[in-house]
C-alpha cells in the first residue's frame, strides 16, 4: 500500500472540492471493500477523503417516497421499521450480504460503489481489462464459476457483488448525485454500467460526484415477496445466483410483478421482459416456469459457470413460489 493523504470533513461542498482537487483522490467511508483494494494494490488513492461525519444517515418517508441517506450503514437499513413494514425486500437482501460486523460498518453508498470480486481482478499478476485496460481478460477461458451468463462482452464477463442492488434496481429506485453544479438524480438501473468495451467503469458516477441518497417509491409488493441467494455456504459468501421476486396478486391473478437478479452479469440484472409476461397471469407454477424460460433469453456459458444456464430459472421459480407462499 502507498502513502496517501488522509482528511476528513463533515461539509458536503468542502468534501466535493477536496475530491475534485486531487486527480486521484477518493471517498472513503466504511472503506470494507477499498482498504482491501488497496491492499492488494488493485486501487492506490493518493488522497482518502473521510465523509463519515457528512449529514447523509437519515431514513425518513416524505411524501410517500424513503430518502435514505448515502452514508446510512447496511444494518441500520435493514432494521428500520419503515423499510420492514413497506419495502421487505429490500430487509431480505441487506439481511442476506455479507457478515453482521460488515453489515454495521458498510454504508447504502459504499455497497452500490463496490466492485468485483472476481479473482483476476484482485490478482494483479494476472490480465484484467476491469484493472488494466488492454490487458486482457483471465477469466474468459480461465477459471469462471463465480462468471457473468448475461450481458457480457469479449472485453469482461464480471459479476456486480451487492445483494442490496439486486433489491433494489426491482423496487425502481432512484440514485441522488451531488457535485459543485447541484444535485442530479437517475433511475437505479441506470447508474451500474455493462462491461462494453469500458469494463474498468463500474457505474455512471461522474468524477467528482457524490452520492448523497437513495429515493424508493412506495409500492404495494410488501406481501408477496422474496430473496433468494444460492451460494457455497450460508454465511458471508457472494451469490452464485440472486432473485429479487415481489409480486401483486388478486384472485389469484399477478397484477404486477419485479423481478431481478444478482450474481449473474456485470450489473444488477432486470428482468423486465418476464416481468411483463408475469402480468395478467395466474399465480401457478405453470406461469412461473415460462417466466423462468423467458427470463434466461440471451444467457451464455463461459465454461465453469454453465451450471448457471439451469440453477438460475431454478432459482427465478423457486423465489417466485416463495413470493406467493406468503400470502
Not at 466492485?115 to 499478476?125: A, E, N, S, V
Not at 484493472?131 to 450481458?151: K, L, Q, T, V, W
Not at 439486486?166 to 423496487?171: E, F, G, H, K, M
Not at 430473496?227 to 429479487?244: G, I, N, T
Request: glycine share 8%; with cysteine.
Amino acid at each position: 500500500m502507498i502513502n496517501f493523504q488522509f482528511v476528513r470533513t463533515s461539509v458536503i461542498k468542502t468534501a466535493l472540492s477536496l475530491v475534485g482537487a486531487t486527480p486521484k483522490a477518493a471517498f472513503i467511508a466504511g472503506g470494507t471493500n477499498l482498504v482491501d483494494l488497496m491492499k492488494r494494490g488493485v486501487t492506490a488513492p493518493e488522497k482518502l477523503i473521510d465523509i463519515n461525519a457528512l449529514p447523509l444517515k437519515k431514513i425518513e418517508l416524505i411524501n410517500n417516497v424513503l430518502h435514505i441517506g448515502a452514508l446510512t450503514s447496511n444494518s441500520a437499513l435493514a432494521d428500520n421499521a419503515i423499510v420492514a413494514a413497506k419495502f421487505p425486500l429490500l430487509m431480505l437482501a441487506l439481511q442476506a450480504g455479507a457478515s453482521a460486523q460488515l453489515r454495521n460498518v458498510a454504508t447504502v453508498g459504499g455497497n452500490m460503489m463496490q466492485r468485483t470480486r472476481c479473482g483476476y481482478f484482485y490478482d494483479t499478476t494476472m490480465p484484467c481489462n476491469k484493472r488494466e485496460p488492454g490487458s486482457g481478460c483471465g477469466a474468459i477461458g480461465g477459471y469462471n464459476r463465480m462468471h457473468a451468463i448475461f450481458g457480457t462482452s469479449e472485453f469482461c464477463i464480471a459479476v456486480h457483488p451487492s445483494d442490496m442492488c439486486v433489491a433494489l434496481v426491482a423496487l425502481d429506485a432512484k440514485v441522488v448525485m451531488a457535485s459543485a453544479k447541484g444535485e442530479r438524480k437517475i433511475n437505479f438501473i441506470d447508474f451500474h454500467r455493462l462491461a462494453g468495451t469500458t469494463p474498468e467503469k463500474d457505474n455512471n458516477l461522474a468524477k467528482g460526484e457524490l452520492i448523497v441518497r437513495l429515493e424508493i417509491p412506495v409500492n404495494n409488493l410488501n406481501k408477496n415477496f422474496h430473496y433468494l441467494k444460492v451460494r457455497d455456504r450460508s454465511s458471508y459468501a457472494f451469490a452464485l445466483v440472486s432473485v429479487a421476486a415481489a409480486l401483486e396478486i388478486k384472485d389469484n391473478v399477478i397484477t404486477s410483478a419485479r423481478l431481478a437478479m444478482g450474481g449473474v452479469a456485470h450489473k444488477p440484472w432486470r428482468l423486465m421482459e418476464a416481468e411483463n409476461f408475469l402480468k395478467g397471469k395466474p399465480a401457478t407454477t405453470g406461469t412461473f416456469e415460462e417466466a423462468a424460460k423467458i427470463a434466461m433469453n440471451g444467457a451464455k456459458g463461459y465454461g465453469e459457470n454453465d451450471f448457471k444456464l439451469k440453477m438460475a430459472p431454478n432459482s427465478i421459480i423457486e423465489a417466485l413460489t416463495l413470493a406467493k407462499a406468503k400470502a
